[in-house]
């Protein structure tokens, strides 16, 4: 069973996912056609890229094909429904505790498990990979949870908006809990590498984040862009600048913004920069 957590007084489940390296691999089965399967009491955490089939790798789309049930929030498990004949448990963050908690017990049944998460599960992911490794190794202790990287949205975005990772800071707002330390690395950095934002819906939207920018110091002139269903039929683009995009700060629900809960902010380096604080 998984038990409850208070973000506040910790500790947060990420830290749980990122404690220890995975051990090594076990050799890989062989792809299609072939009855071998992965390494009993192997759980898998596949990044599923935006949501669109087209990006989700070859590998993940075995390890989910392949698995007798599939866990997830109810958003993720519908982009991959159809990529499998899976039993598919789903949940929002209210029922989360009870779904994994069902998933550790088919684990631990013998059954072949795997986690799915939006993009990458190392881009934002944590906290719920740290979830499901402890709900899994509470069942079965010498259960092995590995993460299948997917195509992650900051990814894309960095493609669009021509912003080579070398040259940016990302920073993940979309988590639980005081993301303090987060904003600050966003200040530090503002205008002297090119910020890669993932915002947390719906208190801190790319208005949020603009009008924090702005008054940390920002220059109200650096562009930025925001990246809304990226690979979908309904992908739309806002160009403008930090000063206007404050305009639509404020609020804390989906009426007080004009941008989706599947968005990725960009703010882009001043061109006349040389560098600036990679911490």
Known sequence: MTDEYDLDSGPDPATIAAATPEPEP??????????ET??????HAVGIGPGNPEYLTRRGARAIR???????????????????DADLLTCGYADEAEALSAFAD????????TAVLMGDPNHSGYQFLGKVQKAVTGEVPDATVRVIPGISAIQLAASRARTPMEDSRFVTLHK??????????????AGDRHLLVLPRPFDWMPG???AFLLDRGASEDLEGLVFEHLTHDEEAHTRTTLD????????DDAES???SDLSVLVVRADVESDGGDET
């Open 257 to 259: 913004t004009p941008f």
């Open 38 to 43: 992965d390494a009993s009491g192997t759980v």
């Open 176 to 189: 639980s809990g005081a993301i303090d330390a987060e904003l600050e690395t966003l200040a530090r950095n």
């Open 66 to 84: 392949e698995a007798d049930v599939v866990v997830g929030f109810q958003a993720v498990v519908d982009f991959v429904a159809d990529e499998t």
């Open 106 to 113: 088919r684990v631990a049944d013998g059954e072949t498990g």
């Open 208 to 210: 949020d984040v603009a």
């Open 244 to 251: 206007e995009l404050a305009e639509h700060a404020g609020g």
């Open 26 to 35: 076990e050799p890989e089965p062989e792809p299609e056609g072939d009855d």
